[in-house]
């Protein structure tokens, strides 16, 4: 499992979550048909707990508990990095 962000970053990208992750797997990137947010690489986080803290507009979930109306983020987030 991975931490997923979610609605709440789009169009807010606070890179508080950036600063503390300890493997840098968290990474802003543009493409089309994505929205403009912030994007966790699932290969590459380890889970460490530490970005949802520090998300100011609590963006940031464990995939297993992303809330059912932001559900398709997980797979979203995955496509970014496939």
Do not use: T
Request: charged fraction near 25%; glycine fraction near 2%; include cysteine.
């Amino acid at each position: 499992m991975a931490y997923v962000i979610c609605e709440p970053c789009v169009g807010v990208k606070d890179r508080a979550c950036v600063d503390v992750c300890p493997v840098s797997c968290i990474y802003e990137k543009q493409r089309d048909g994505f929205p403009d947010m912030l994007y966790i690489n699932p290969e590459e986080c380890i889970c460490c707990s530490l970005c949802p803290s520090e998300c100011p507009v609590n963006a940031i979930y464990d995939e297993d508990d992303v809330p059912e109306i932001w559900r398709h983020y997980v797979a979203l987030n995955r496509a970014m990095f496939a």
